[in-house]
């Protein structure tokens, strides 16, 4: 079964369809093809992705008389860079790509990410399609048209809002993945739950088990589920102006520890160690029942991932190393750390009223 989900946006030609499930490549195929007006589809991707499934998309694109034109490009987030970025410009403007083009972007977030950002800037704008390979972008990165690349400064500082014409979250990519990357993927999906779905999480808690053992029973179900709400957000709030902001959950927290420990920890999970460390906090302002961390936390670990600051791989971290890091986030407003807390589960809000010393306070604690 192929789910669908709508992505409503102003003007409506804007709008977009993530679809999702076993197959789902083969029947995007004839629609990718009507994004080819040249019958040529230009493919961003990674060495560990082609190796592993650019025959494939080769393959099921020459059933619509498309050809492949592909940059290949090296895995991890060192790739997000402004000379990678430069270089996916440079293949899309020697392929002569016009604005009505079309480019695919094929491999996890750093490949999305990146890509996604070229087609922002070529010609001040041309379509691109998400093809995601990996569970962390299939139910996040791919989804809403966030695009970006890392400095020295932070992760993700130069970017653009720019949506794709289609997703395809084809699970088929999924059963080549890694234990820990998959791990990683679905740390996104309990986010989705914990900002706005308290049933959702309780369905997780219950699927989550299985999912981890290798059952593909309800994966599609919870990608579909993530991919919704993500849908609903983006839809009221596509420039992140407001309640958009919610799915940053975990991410304040989870990007200082990924700049702390660059290529020693997985985006998943950093967001992972984030969100518990987001219900802590919570509890410890008074803010939030301590049975609802307990049972994020509780939840984090069965299914393998961080739980907290200190638990999260690359370690050991320093309180002040993190604080500083956070007081650079992208999202401060004023001069103020602009965190992402829980009243419960599926009850997020944002707040700029935590202190830095309050912060360091609460980091001196988790990192014990």
Same mark, same amino acid.
């Given at each position: 079964m192929i789910h669908k989900v709508h992505i409503s946006l102003e003007p409506k030609p804007r709008s977009y369809d993530v679809l999702i499930g076993e197959g789902a490549l083969r029947v995007a195929a004839a629609q990718i093809a009507s994004l080819c007006r040249r019958k040529v589809l230009l493919v961003v991707t990674d060495e560990t992705v082609a190796g592993l499934h650019l025959a494939a998309l080769e393959t099921q694109m020459a059933?619509?008389?498309?050809?492949?034109?592909?940059?290949?490009?090296?895995?991890?987030?060192?790739?997000?860079?402004?000379?990678?970025?430069?270089?996916?410009?440079?293949?899309?403007?020697?392929?002569e790509m016009e604005r009505g083009d079309c480019l695919a972007a094929f491999g996890g977030g750093v490949?999305?990410?990146?890509?996604?950002?070229?087609?922002?800037?070529v010609k001040r704008g041309t379509g691109f399609i998400q093809i995601?390979?990996?569970?962390?972008?299939?139910?996040?990165?791919?989804?809403?048209?966030?695009?970006?690349?890392?400095?020295?400064?932070?992760?993700?500082?130069?970017? @653009?809002?720019?949506? %794709?014409?289609?997703?395809?979250?084809?699970? *088929?990519?999924?059963? +080549?993945?890694? /234990?820990?990357?998959w791990r990683a993927g679905y740390a996104e999906i309990i986010k989705m739950?914990?900002?706005?779905?308290?049933?959702?999480?309780?369905?997780?808690?219950?699927?989550?088990?299985n999912l981890l053992q290798g059952s593909s029973e309800n994966l599609d179900e919870a990608i579909f589920r993530s991919v919704q709400g993500k849908a609903k957000i983006v839809a009221k709030?596509?420039?992140?102006?407001?309640?958009?902001?919610?799915?940053?959950?975990?991410?304040?927290?989870?990007?200082a520890l990924e700049a702390e420990a660059p290529g020693q920890i997985l985006?998943?999970?950093?967001?992972?160690?984030?969100?518990?460390?987001?219900?802590?906090?919570?509890?410890?302002?008074g803010l939030c029942p301590s049975a609802a961390r307990e049972r994020v936390l509780a939840h984090l670990? @069965?299914?393998?991932? %961080?739980?907290?600051?200190?638990?999260?791989? *690359?370690?050991?971290? +320093?309180?002040? /190393?993190?604080?500083?890091?956070?007081?650079?986030?992208?999202?401060?407003q004023n001069g103020n750390i602009h965190l992402i807390l829980c009243r419960n589960i599926g009850d997020a809000f944002v707040t700029s009223k935590?202190?830095?010393?309050e912060l360091l306070h609460f980091m001196e604690k988790e990192l014990v």
């Amino acid at each position: 079964m192929i789910h669908k989900v709508h992505i409503s946006l102003e003007p409506k030609p804007r709008s977009y369809d993530v679809l999702i499930g076993e197959g789902a490549l083969r029947v995007a195929a004839a629609q990718i093809a009507s994004l080819c007006r040249r019958k040529v589809l230009l493919v961003v991707t990674d060495e560990t992705v082609a190796g592993l499934h650019l025959a494939a998309l080769e393959t099921q694109m020459a059933t619509q008389n498309v050809k492949i034109r592909a940059l290949i490009l090296p895995p991890g987030e060192a790739t997000k860079s402004f000379g990678q970025l430069e270089k996916v410009c440079d293949f899309l403007l020697e392929q002569e790509m016009e604005r009505g083009d079309c480019l695919a972007a094929f491999g996890g977030g750093v490949v999305g990410d990146l890509a996604g950002l070229a087609s922002a800037l070529v010609k001040r704008g041309t379509g691109f399609i998400q093809i995601p390979t990996t569970l962390l972008a299939q139910v996040d990165s791919s989804v809403g048209g966030k695009t970006a690349i890392n400095t020295r400064f932070g992760k993700n500082m130069i970017g @653009a809002f720019h949506q %794709p014409k289609l997703v395809v979250a084809d699970l *088929g990519f999924l059963q +080549t993945l890694e /234990a820990r990357q998959w791990r990683a993927g679905y740390a996104e999906i309990i986010k989705m739950a914990c900002l706005s779905d308290e049933r959702f999480f309780s369905w997780l808690e219950q699927a989550g088990p299985n999912l981890l053992q290798g059952s593909s029973e309800n994966l599609d179900e919870a990608i579909f589920r993530s991919v919704q709400g993500k849908a609903k957000i983006v839809a009221k709030d596509e420039l992140e102006h407001e309640v958009r902001a919610l799915l940053n959950l975990g991410h304040t927290f989870g990007h200082a520890l990924e700049a702390e420990a660059p290529g020693q920890i997985l985006h998943g999970e950093a967001v992972a160690a984030g969100i518990g460390a987001a219900f802590s906090l919570s509890v410890d302002l008074g803010l939030c029942p301590s049975a609802a961390r307990e049972r994020v936390l509780a939840h984090l670990r @069965a299914m393998g991932l %961080p739980a907290s600051l200190g638990e999260a791989p *690359g370690g050991p971290y +320093t309180p002040s /190393a993190l604080v500083l890091r956070m007081q650079s986030d992208k999202k401060n407003q004023n001069g103020n750390i602009h965190l992402i807390l829980c009243r419960n589960i599926g009850d997020a809000f944002v707040t700029s009223k935590v202190s830095s010393s309050e912060l360091l306070h609460f980091m001196e604690k988790e990192l014990v």
